[in-house]
C-alpha cells in the first residue's frame, strides 16, 4: 500500500466567505436522469438487516445508529422474510399489538410489526437498467411504498441488489416524494368509503 501523507494547512485568516451552491438542475432533467444514479446499490452500501425475532426497541436503535428508515428482515438461515420501516415501528402497528395480545411493548418482537416479503413488490435489474428517476418516482406512487427494492435473478433465486427510498429522492429532486395511500383490496376501497 502507498504510503499517506500529511497536507499543508494553513490559518483560516481575513473574511472568508462561504461557497454558494449553484442553481440545481430543473426538476425535468432531473427526474429523466437513468434511475440507476438513484438507487442506493447494495454491493457498494451494506444492507442494514434485523432478525424476526429481536426487539422492535433493539430494531429502533439500529435505524437510528446507521441512519436508515429502513431494515431487511432476515430469518436465521439470512433470508430476507421481510422489512421493517419506522413507519412499522413508530407508527399504530406496536399500539395495536399491546392492545391485541396484551402485552408490554418491550415484549413486542419485529415479526410482530413487519411488512412480509409475500407482500413486498421488487423491480427486476434489468427493467430499472433501463428506466428513469421519473419511472421510479411514478412506481412508488402507484404501489403506495416509501421503499423499492430491486432484485437480480439467477440460478439460485432473486438477490436484493439495490432499493431506493422516497425520502433519498426527495432530497435528490428538492420536492417531496411521498407515495399516495393506495387501497389494495375491495375490502379497503369499501372501508375508505365507508369513512368518507
Keep these: 500500500m502507498a504510503p499517506f501523507h500529511v497536507l499543508r494547512a494553513s490559518p483560516l485568516a481575513g473574511h472568508a466567505r462561504l461557497v454558494t451552491p449553484s442553481a440545481p438542475p430543473p426538476l425535468e432533467r432531473l427526474l429523466a436522469e437513468p434511475a440507476l444514479t438513484a438507487m442506493t446499490d447494495l454491493t457498494r452500501v451494506a444492507p442494514v438487516s434485523v432478525r424476526t425475532d429481536e426487539p422492535i426497541d433493539t430494531a429502533h436503535q439500529r435505524m437510528l445508529e446507521r441512519r436508515v428508515r429502513m431494515l431487511f428482515v432476515v430469518d436465521h438461515a439470512g433470508l430476507v ?116
Design 81 to 196: 422474510v421481510g422489512l421493517l420501516t419506522s413507519n412499522d415501528l413508530l407508527g399504530e402497528k406496536p399500539m395495536q399489538v399491546v392492545r391485541e395480545r396484551g402485552v408490554r411493548h418491550d415484549e413486542i418482537r419485529v415479526q410482530d410489526v413487519m411488512t412480509p416479503a409475500d407482500r413486498v413488490e421488487a423491480l427486476d435489474v434489468e427493467s430499472v437498467a433501463g428506466a428513469r428517476v421519473g419511472d421510479i418516482v411514478e412506481t412508488m406512487r402507484a404501489f403506495g411504498r416509501q421503499h423499492a427494492l430491486v432484485v437480480r435473478r439467477g440460478d439460485d433465486g432473486p438477490r436484493i441488489c439495490g432499493v431506493f427510498s422516497a425520502a433519498d429522492l426527495s432530497r435528490r429532486l428538492g420536492v417531496p416524494v411521498v407515495p399516495m395511500t393506495v387501497a389494495r383490496t375491495f375490502a379497503e376501497i369499501e372501508e375508505t368509503l365507508a369513512d368518507g
